[in-house]
């Protein structure tokens, strides 16, 4: 017995598909279009229209305005390059994020004690600024941001420091009331030390 192999070449594939279609039109057949979000445009495409890329959003369908929302608001596959957020805080660069490689920088983020314009307002806190260049800043607990010798850093001991007036190591005691200098004199060389003497 002979068997024969059938094989559906293009052409006949996209004939039959155009008879289908035909047939459909023949019948009244017409394509369902959903809107879901009542913008005028249709998920469906085809029949009803340009596809819309979001129908559950009303302000995103082809023709739409492109806004900084870091959106393809226009559907039409693109977003702008100003609406990427390549530091993923939220805030886009058109939505005026002024260092869009740093997550710590963007409008409405709070101030923190790092010498950086966090907020985008283009002002460095002046509590932030080191102007002794000391590695310590005021939001640091610098007491003096003008003298490099004073800083949260400071070993506060020996004669020079705890007789000097002042507050070296910015812990808010000076000189004797600071333990690193308090320590017992044995003005007669008997071994002990009078603790009111120092």
Known sequence: MLKRRFSV???FLI????????????????????DGDGD?????GGSCGAVDC???????????????????TNCDGWKPATDADADGDGVPK???????????RYPGKAEVCD???????SVVPANEKDNDLDGYRVCQGDCADTNAAINPGVNES??????????????GLIDNNDPPCQ??????GDGYGNPGST
């Not at 005028?40 to 469906?44: A, L, M, N, R, V």
């Not at 979001?54 to 393809?72: L, Q, R």
């Not at 004669?159 to 007036?165: E, G, N």
């Not at 320590?183 to 007669?188: E, F, I, M, N, S």
């Open 115 to 121: 010498g950086v314009d966090n907020d985008c307002n």
């Open 94 to 104: 058109c939505a005026s994020d002024c260092d869009d490689n740093n997550a710590n």
């Open 183 to 188: 320590t017992c004199t044995d003005l007669d």
């Open 40 to 44: 005028g445009y249709y998920i469906q």
């Open 54 to 72: 979001n129908d559950t959003n009303a302000a995103v369908h082809p023709g739409a305005a492109e806004i900084c929302d870091g959106k393809d």
């Open 158 to 171: 020996g004669t020079a420091m705890c007789s000097d007036a002042k507050d070296n190591d910015c812990d």
């Open 15 to 34: 004939l039959s598909v155009l008879i289908f279609l035909l047939g459909m039109a023949s019948l009244g057949y017409t394509q369902t279009c959903t």
């Open 9 to 11: 070449t293009p052409t």
